[in-house]
Every structure is written in C-alpha cells, then in structure tokens.
Nanobody, 127 residues
Framework: QVQLVESGGGLVQAGGSLRLSCAASGGTFSRLAMGWFRQAPGKEREFVAAITWSGANTDYTDSVKGRFTISRDNAKNMVYLQMNSLKPEDTAVYYC????????????????????WGQGTQVTVSS
C-alpha cells in the first residue's frame, strides 16, 4: 500500500482558489487510480474527483464540475486538486485516496474501493 500525505488546505474567501497536493510513497503509485474525497462536519465522506493511473481519464462529482481539476505527476508521485470558484459549501476535510488494485479506473475510486487514505487537510471557505 502507498502512504499518502496531503497539503495545501487553508482558509479562503468565496470565489477564491486553492491547490491541494498529495504526496505518495512506498508503493506502486504510478499504477494506481487516485482520488479526492471530502467530509464536512456532520456529513458522510463523499467522492470529489478521480483520475486513472495514466492520467488519461478523470471523473468528478456534479457539484465541482467546471470548478475543480484533478491531475497527477507520476514522475514525482504527486496528485493535485486545483479548486477554483470556491463556495462555502466546499468547506470540508479533504482526503487523498488510492485504489486498492492496480490499473483500475475512476469508477472504482468513485464507489469507494480504496486501498489507502491520507490523513486529510482542512479547507475552509468563508462567505
């Protein structure tokens, strides 16, 4: 399993931008689909975005389409989530996640088939 460490969270005003980063180590990162999830206070953890092992395909939850972009750099073992036009309802702890099998697609990440989780990074959007 890979170990995942997120960074880049913080406090931002509505309409602003943040870029989250996820550093992976200790596993076959370049062969794993990756994703981002979030959990707001009092709510269940929800899928945000996913990217295939090659980076060729991505998937997003409807509420972030057109505002968030997931990307990866396999040479650096990194995954990113660029978040633009942030809204107060985007406030949550954001988690990086790795698929549990190699060469999987975004479908499996979106449905919670997760092999490794990061510790999370807080994103707070003020109105």
């Amino acid at each position: 399993q890979v170990q995942l460490v997120e960074s880049g969270g913080g406090l931002v005003q509505a309409g602003g931008s943040l870029r989250l980063s996820c550093a992976a180590s200790g596993g076959t990162f370049s062969r794993l689909a990756m994703g981002w999830f979030r959990q707001a206070p009092g709510k269940e953890r929800e899928f945000v975005a996913a990217i295939t092992w090659s980076g060729a395909n991505t998937d997003y939850t409807d509420s972030v389409k057109g505002r968030f972009t997931i990307s990866r750099d396999n040479a650096k073992n990194m995954v990113y989530l660029q978040m633009n036009s942030l809204k107060p309802e985007d406030t949550a702890v954001y988690y990086c996640a790795a698929d549990s099998v190699m060469y999987g697609g975004t479908y499996n990440i979106a449905r919670g088939r997760i092999g490794s989780w990061g510790q999370g990074t807080q994103v707070t959007v003020s109105s």
